[in-house]
């Protein structure tokens, strides 16, 4: 809630039962309300007296807080309250009834009404909750009607996610998006709708979606299977025979994987490891958003891959796996003997002729054939999910633009992120903001746009910190909306929440469900790590941090999994550790300023005057404001010492402690949640009131 008068001076009141009394008053005004009524719903629990005692002192407060100058807009009689006055413009009442009716209005539905006055009183908050009820159905009934008025299937899935922003449970929403999807030619965008639609309805009210629901859905199947099938019937033919062969249809952005069991090569008889291992790794991959993992199939010869034992089995060279309905194949070979196990396993692009896109060797020490298993597939897991998108990413590059999907603006983004070259990182929010516009319902296109936000404020390019730092926010809580099981989307949205809004105890609990939702997703690890940094907990954050090294350790992040190390390694009093780590860091990326940062107050803890110098000049090169003062401002950690402990390195390595940059730019301000406001329009019209 906020109170404003034309000339921008605050008139919220101190008290927050004074605040309630104002919002009471402003959502009936212009018509009084009784003493007694507001006495009961802000004083309940209190005898007569005591709350109409109450209630005076409140009026006065507001009266002293409003002034002289807008006396006349309170009005105060034995029996009534009331707030009125042609100057006064309250937005709870414009949204309550709008003049017109836009699509951006929507947007102005989805925060709950007054959210910082929760828990005031019993009966104030079933007032409340009445109220925001209220507002709730206005904006649903605004929505059905922006949906009713679509004709074109983007534009109706971006309303109707906008709908189920206000209401996850409205069918009516689901069951656009799915159809809206399916005529698009997007089966699987709209099958994986219609998953998301039943895991929200269990979720909500252990309910499943209704008869017309599952009859849309099954029209989509059957409408899908003949082209399915007349595209599969012959999945070995090849060109040779003189049929041509159609490329199979599939989902637009989805990867089809295929993980074949492994060949066992120098033993008599499988152990069962090859097939195990393949299917552990089709689970892990099967948890990554945008990647398809289709079932392992037989060896043309009928046996199934694999699972002879012997060497020699089919090979890309040979032309065997022409014809397979995969975009990629996972496959490789196992050797054992002396108590050690050596697995090869090779990443091949059946788009490119049979490529090998990534190939790697684990070898291992046999203790338990199962925690082997365990071990093995997360770890190769874990690998490959940052290879198909540096993979992917490559392919989109040569896309024609008319032919570019949602993921592939998105894969094309994130190089330049993680280059973090300005011109190249301002254009990846370019296409950024293209992937969103292509796909409104995508998750982890709002997650990681709320991340650009977050380095965007990181790296102090920023000209307005504080708006960079609320859209982050609000992006970051829309991509967790729109799909509660995407792991990446979740943990991003998570680390948001902790650097920017200060939030570490909440950002842990996004990044628990992220890692329950896939625990070989590396960049949820690291970003755990840190938020139980920012609480003090810093050799847990070494666990964690850690662990996503473990996981992936040639990651396109892995320069920010460095930098994640440098910190808490200083808190625990190992300089020489941050200082190695950092040198690490900066070399593999030079231009991610955080690296400098804790390098630089580690050093200075060294009195190692040199390097300090050196690093603090590139440091200012990439924020020529940066100081002490930023430094603190900027900083999520929770515990004094750890703040001191940090700025006093920084000022031992000679860092400013004052910054001569413009005020604005200094840091990002704690996420604050402004839910309504009482917005002045009219600028020839005296207004005091602003929500």
Same mark, same amino acid.
């Given at each position: 809630?906020?109170?404003?008068?034309?000339?921008?001076?605050?008139?919220?009141?101190?008290?927050?039962?004074?605040?309630a009394?104002?919002?009471?008053?402003?959502?009936?005004?212009?018509?009084p309300?009784?003493?007694?009524?507001?006495?009961?719903?802000?004083?309940?629990?209190r005898?007569?007296?005591?709350?109409?005692?109450?209630?005076?002192q409140?009026?006065?407060?507001?009266q002293?807080?409003?002034?002289?100058?807008?006396?006349?807009?309170?009005?105060?009689?034995?029996?009534?309250?009331?707030?009125?006055?042609?100057?006064?413009?309250?937005?709870?009442?414009a949204?309550?009834?709008?003049?017109?009716?836009?699509q951006?209005?929507?947007?102005?539905?989805?925060d709950?009404?007054?959210?910082?006055?929760?828990?005031?009183?019993?009966?104030f908050?079933r007032?409340l909750?009445?109220?925001?009820g209220?507002?709730?159905?206005?904006?649903?009934s605004?929505?059905?009607?922006?949906?009713?008025?679509?004709?074109?299937?983007?534009?109706?899935?971006?309303?109707?996610?906008?709908?189920?922003?206000l209401?996850?449970?409205?069918?009516?929403?689901?069951?656009?998006?799915?159809?809206?999807?399916?005529?698009r030619?997007?089966?699987?965008?709209?099958?994986?709708?219609?998953?998301r639609?039943?895991?929200?309805?269990?979720e909500?009210?252990?309910g499943?979606?209704?008869?017309?629901?599952?009859?849309l859905?099954?029209?989509?199947?059957?409408?899908?299977?003949?082209?399915?099938?007349?595209?599969?019937?012959?999945?070995?033919?090849?060109?040779?025979?003189?049929?041509?062969r159609?490329?199979?249809r599939?989902?637009?952005?989805?990867?089809?994987?295929?993980?074949?069991?492994l060949?066992?090569?120098?033993q008599?008889?499988?152990?069962?490891l090859?097939?195990?291992?393949?299917?552990?790794?089709?689970?892990?991959?099967?948890?990554?958003?945008?990647?398809?993992c289709?079932?392992?199939?037989?060896?043309?010869?009928?046996?199934?891959?694999?699972?002879?034992?012997?060497?020699?089995?089919?090979?890309?060279?040979?032309?065997?796996?022409s014809?397979?309905?995969a975009?990629?194949?996972?496959?490789g070979?196992?050797?054992?003997?002396?108590?050690?196990?050596?697995?090869?396993?090779?990443?091949?692009?059946?788009?490119?002729?049979?490529?090998?896109?990534?190939?790697?060797?684990?070898?291992?020490?046999?203790?338990?054939?199962?925690?082997?298993?365990?071990?093995?597939?997360?770890?190769?897991?874990?690998?490959?999910?940052p290879?198909?998108?540096?993979?992917?990413?490559?392919?989109?590059?040569?896309?024609?633009?008319?032919?570019?999907?949602?993921?592939?603006?998105?894969?094309?983004?994130?190089?330049?992120?993680y280059?973090?070259?300005?011109?190249?990182?301002?254009?990846?929010?370019?296409l950024?903001?293209?992937?969103?516009?292509?796909?409104p319902?995508?998750a982890?296109?709002?997650?990681?746009?709320?991340?650009?936000?977050?380095?965007?404020?990181?790296?102090?390019?920023?000209?307005?910190?504080?708006?960079?730092?609320?859209e982050?926010?609000?992006?970051a809580?829309?991509?967790v909306?729109?799909?509660?099981?995407?792991?990446?989307?979740?943990?991003?949205?998570?680390?948001?929440?902790?650097?920017?809004?200060?939030?570490?105890?909440?950002?842990?609990?996004?990044?628990?469900?992220?890692?329950?939702?896939?625990?070989?997703?590396?960049? !949820?690890?690291?970003?755990?790590?840190?938020?139980?940094?920012?609480?003090?907990r810093?050799?847990?954050?070494?666990?964690?941090?850690?662990?996503a090294?473990?996981?992936?350790?040639?990651?396109?992040?892995?320069?920010?999994?460095?930098?994640a190390l440098?910190?808490?390694?200083?808190?625990?009093?190992?300089?020489a550790?941050?200082?190695?780590?950092?040198?690490?860091?900066?070399?593999?990326?030079?231009?991610?300023?955080?690296?400098?940062?804790?390098y630089?107050?580690?050093?200075?803890?060294?009195? !190692?005057?040199?390097?300090?110098?050196?690093v603090?000049?590139?440091?200012?090169?990439?924020?020529?404001g940066?100081?002490?003062?930023?430094?603190?401002?900027r900083?999520?950690?929770l515990?004094?010492?750890?703040?001191?402990?940090y700025?006093?390195?920084?000022?031992?390595?000679?860092?400013?402690?004052i910054?001569?940059a413009?005020?604005a730019?200094?840091?990002?301000?704690?996420?604050?949640?402004?839910?309504?406001?009482?917005?002045?329009?009219?600028?020839?019209?005296?207004?005091?009131?602003?929500?």
């Amino acid at each position: 809630m906020a109170v404003e008068d034309t000339k921008g001076r605050n008139c919220l009141p101190r008290t927050r039962k004074t605040r309630a009394l104002l919002a009471i008053l402003a959502l009936a005004s212009p018509k009084p309300v009784l003493r007694l009524h507001l006495a009961g719903l802000l004083w309940s629990r209190r005898e007569n007296e005591q709350a109409r005692a109450s209630l005076r002192q409140s009026v006065h407060e507001l009266q002293d807080t409003l002034g002289a100058a807008w006396s006349h807009v309170f009005i105060a009689d034995r029996h009534h309250l009331a707030l009125r006055g042609a100057e006064l413009d309250i937005d709870a009442l414009a949204l309550a009834q709008p003049a017109s009716v836009w699509q951006g209005l929507l947007d102005r539905y989805e925060d709950a009404l007054l959210a910082d006055l929760d828990g005031l009183d019993p009966a104030f908050d079933r007032w409340l909750e009445e109220e925001r009820g209220r507002f709730a159905q206005i904006g649903r009934s605004i929505g059905e009607g922006l949906l009713a008025q679509c004709e074109e299937p983007v534009a109706a899935i971006e309303v109707a996610e906008q709908l189920l922003a206000l209401d996850r449970r409205h069918e009516g929403a689901w069951r656009t998006i799915i159809r809206s999807h399916a005529e698009r030619g997007d089966i699987g965008k709209a099958l994986g709708s219609y998953d998301r639609c039943r895991s929200v309805l269990a979720e909500a009210a252990g309910g499943r979606p209704s008869l017309e629901t599952e009859d849309l859905v099954s029209r989509i199947r059957a409408q899908t299977l003949p082209i399915l099938v007349a595209e599969t019937a012959s999945p070995f033919a090849s060109s040779a025979t003189g049929v041509a062969r159609t490329e199979p249809r599939r989902e637009r952005g989805a990867i089809r994987l295929r993980v074949v069991p492994l060949r066992s090569i120098g033993q008599e008889r499988d152990d069962g490891l090859g097939s195990g291992l393949a299917e552990e790794i089709s689970a892990g991959l099967s948890r990554f958003r945008g990647i398809s993992c289709v079932p392992a199939l037989l060896w043309p010869s009928g046996s199934v891959a694999g699972a002879s034992g012997l060497a020699g089995g089919p090979d890309i060279g040979d032309g065997t796996w022409s014809g397979v309905e995969a975009d990629l194949i996972l496959d490789g070979t196992i050797q054992s003997g002396l108590g050690r196990v050596r697995v090869i396993v090779r990443l091949i692009d059946m788009r490119a002729g049979g490529e090998i896109v990534w190939a790697s060797r684990f070898d291992r020490e046999v203790t338990d054939a199962l925690a082997l298993q365990d071990e093995l597939g997360a770890t190769i897991v874990a690998q490959v999910d940052p290879v198909l998108m540096q993979h992917e990413s490559r392919r989109s590059a040569t896309t024609r633009a008319p032919d570019l999907t949602a993921q592939d603006l998105l894969l094309q983004a994130l190089p330049a992120m993680y280059r973090l070259d300005r011109d190249s990182f301002l254009d990846a929010r370019r296409l950024l903001d293209m992937s969103v516009r292509a796909d409104p319902g995508s998750a982890v296109a709002h997650a990681w746009l709320a991340y650009w936000d977050l380095l965007y404020v990181g790296q102090g390019w920023a000209a307005d910190p504080a708006s960079s730092t609320a859209e982050a926010a609000r992006l970051a809580e829309r991509a967790v909306m729109l799909d509660p099981g995407d792991a990446r989307a979740m943990t991003l949205a998570g680390h948001v929440r902790g650097f920017l809004g200060r939030h570490p105890e909440e950002a842990i609990t996004l990044h628990e469900r992220a890692i329950a939702l896939n625990p070989n997703l590396a960049i !949820a690890w690291c970003f755990s790590g840190l938020s139980h940094f920012y609480l003090g907990r810093h050799e847990e954050a070494l666990r964690r941090i850690g662990q996503a090294i473990r996981l992936s350790p040639s990651d396109p992040h892995i320069f920010f999994f460095d930098m994640a190390l440098i910190m808490p390694h200083l808190m625990n009093g190992d300089c020489a550790s941050s200082v190695e780590i950092g040198r690490r860091a900066v070399e593999l990326n030079p231009l991610f300023s955080s690296s400098y940062k804790g390098y630089l107050a580690a050093l200075g803890w060294m009195d !190692a005057k040199p390097e300090a110098q050196e690093v603090l000049h590139r440091l200012l090169m990439l924020e020529p404001g940066f100081s002490v003062e930023a430094a603190l401002e900027r900083s999520p950690l929770l515990r004094p010492e750890d703040l001191a402990r940090y700025a006093d390195g920084l000022r031992r390595a000679g860092l400013p402690e004052i910054s001569m940059a413009p005020a604005a730019t200094r840091g990002a301000p704690v996420i604050e949640h402004t839910l309504i406001d009482l917005v002045p329009d009219a600028p020839h019209s005296p207004s005091p009131l602003r929500h």
